[in-house]
């Protein structure tokens, strides 16, 4: 199981009480961007690219709370950039935990090691590590030697420690299925990580390698080779069943953008966490102001390609609320996570 | 500006209002359109009808404004003219409609099972399938006059249609499909259930088509030459 029951059980009561107060729209994640800056330049990547001042802008830990607070999900991916360039990151961290709030700190994991004498290991915290292949791959991926080497040493060090740890795996085009099998069985089983994500990469436009991305077809394709593997069934996904199912084909679904709204250095990112069409103010006016239904598979030439779990985990998790049966199963399996850039 | 409202069916026509025109079978709806074009001169022509839903987050009586059309196994796709598209967005948003802009599809055939309708789902990013949308478009194209197409769902991505219905091919072939359906009674509670789909899909395009009606009524394209009318 990639959830917590705790966790699980605190989302399913979420879960419900927007449903007895019949909100037809309600966040189930929030992804909050404290900063953009990053000491990675992968090839997938559509995050980083802004002007200086931007990536000089930092949220505060008070701006990060009271989004928080604002937004009201039972779940806290905190991404960006990389968190823990963020000084005040631990204080962030520490607030939202107190808050009881699920928290998924994703990194590259270049500075994790230097951070975990200053984040406490907490049912609440888990930090997610981005891991997109074995070392080669890797390291091509995020265009640096020696980073699979320390995300390796610092998961190590994390569970060690007492510390929940998760991965987050981009799948892009030289991502070959045995190739992604093995990194599996290497978390899963080595480093016995608790639970893994995966995400197909999202074709920003201003990722610096345009080639890595799959298209739709080959989405499917790919991941139903990875997934169809008598492995399968030990490896621990962070994921609803349904969300699996999705991504090789098996599911229709559409995208849930609202479910996991973005907060980042700019503001309420409209309409999700991999487009940034414009900023809201405020949560509210995000959520009431957008107009929701223009997004999403076949109604925005921007989605074609997108089946990332920012945009259909809470869909998966909808049908949940529909069907009890599904419900159960995924209530059981998971939600939350982090990010794939 | 002068409109022309045709919808495949009789049973479509009569359920969006009097002003709209069945354009009969298939093979029969091109030369009907071509005739009311020649007849009315219109200057934009708005596709309705029903269609079968693909977008799993569609319900029944949802409606499609197809912002693309393509053709399943054809290279063929059509888009409508971009600012009478827009305009026809922003009334039906206005009017508080549930609407999706989205793609919609033309096969030859009904898609009844949900298997096959996730096929068109993962393929073609559709919101709806219908089996004369496309046809109809490229008359209009040839005409050179602007289109609009609202469908409304009467049958959701979830929904396994009929057996019988694999065969439907057009309104004035149903008695044999009617006839098995009576011999058939473990299909007659998915009938009710698609009749009820139709009675809701009706009912938006009755609502619907007015607004994009008064739209296009509204709307000069820019390539309009209104002084030379
Ligand atoms: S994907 Fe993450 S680690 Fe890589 S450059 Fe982007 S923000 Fe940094
Ligand atoms: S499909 Fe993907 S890109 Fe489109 S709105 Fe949803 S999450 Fe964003």
């Not at chain 1, 479910?259 to 995000?286: H, K």
Request: with cysteine; charged share 25%.
């Amino acid at each position: 199981m990639g959830v917590p029951l705790r966790q699980a059980l605190v989302v399913a009561k979420y879960l419900m009480a927007q449903k007895l107060r019949g909100k037809k729209r309600f966040p189930l994640v929030l992804m909050l961007e404290p900063l953009y800056r990053c000491n990675l330049e992968c090839e997938g990547c559509g995050k980083i690219q802004h002007p200086e001042e931007i990536l000089n802008t930092y949220l505060s830990p008070e701006e990060c709370w009271e989004a928080t607070d604002e937004c009201g999900a039972p779940v806290v991916s905190i991404a960006g950039g990389e968190p823990l360039i963020h000084p005040e990151i631990d204080t962030i961290v520490e607030g939202l935990v107190q808050r009881k709030k699920f928290v998924y700190l994703c990194t590259n994991a270049i500075l994790l090691e230097r951070w975990l004498p200053k984040l406490k290991p907490s049912p609440y915290l888990t930090i997610s590590v981005h891991m997109d292949g074995m070392e080669k791959l890797h390291d091509a991926m995020v265009a640096r030697e020696g980073v699979f080497e320390k995300a390796v040493k610092a998961i190590r060090k994390a569970k060690d420690l007492g510390y929940r740890v998760n991965t987050n795996t981009t799948v892009f085009n030289d991502s070959a299925p045995e190739g992604m099998r093995e990194l599996f069985n290497f978390l899963n089983d080595d480093l016995g990580v608790d639970g893994m994500m995966i995400s197909p990469g999202y074709d920003y436009p201003k990722a610096p390698n345009q080639k890595v991305f799959l298209n739709r077809p080959e989405m499917i394709k790919t991941f139903e080779t990875i997934l169809d593997s008598p492995e399968r069934k030990k490896w621990r996904f962070n994921h609803s069943p349904i969300f699996l199912k999705f991504l090789q084909g098996k599911k229709a679904m559409q995208c849930t953008a609202w479910g996991n709204p973005t907060r980042s250095v700019l503001g309420w990112q409209r309409p999700c966490y991999l487009m940034n069409e414009s900023y809201a103010d405020s949560f509210i006016e995000l959520m009431e102001e957008t107009e929701w239904d223009r997004y999403g598979f076949g109604r925005d030439a921007r989605c074609t390609n997108c089946m990332a779990h920012c945009g259909y985990e809470a869909t998966a998790v909808g049908s949940m609320l529909e069907n009890p049966l599904e419900g159960l199963k995924a209530a059981a399996s998971t939600i939350g996570g982090g990010p794939s850039k | 500006m002068s409109v022309l409202i045709v919808a495949p069916t009789k049973r479509e026509a009569r359920g969006v209002g009097e002003k709209c025109v069945a354009l009969g079978a298939r093979d029969k709806s091109i030369p009907s359109l071509e005739l009311a074009i020649a007849e009315r001169k219109p200057d934009t022509i708005i596709i309705a009808g029903v269609c079968g839903g693909l977008d799993p987050a569609l319900k029944k009586g949802s409606l499609v404004f197809a912002r693309q059309v393509e053709g399943v196994g054809t290279e063929s796709t059509f888009a409508p003219e971009k600012m009478i598209f827009e305009s026809g967005r922003r009334a039906l948003r206005s009017a508080g409609l549930s609407f999706v802009t989205s793609k919609l599809v033309t096969q030859q055939n009904v898609a009844v099972t949900t298997t096959e309708k996730l096929a068109l789902w993962n393929e073609y990013g559709a919101a709806g399938v219908d089996m004369e949308t496309l046809p109809l478009i490229q008359v209009a194209e040839k005409a050179n006059i602007r289109w609009l197409v609202l469908r409304a769902v009467i049958d959701t991505a979830s929904t396994t249609l009929p057996e019988t219905l694999s065969n439907w091919e057009n309104e004035e072939h149903e008695r044999g499909i009617k006839l098995k359906i009576l011999q058939n009674p473990s299909e007659w509670k998915k009938y009710l259930q698609l009749a009820h789909g139709l009675r809701l899909a009706l009912k938006s395009l009755r609502v619907g088509v007015p607004i994009i009606q008064k739209v296009a009524e509204d709307t000069v394209s820019l390539d309009m030459d209104i002084l030379a009318q």
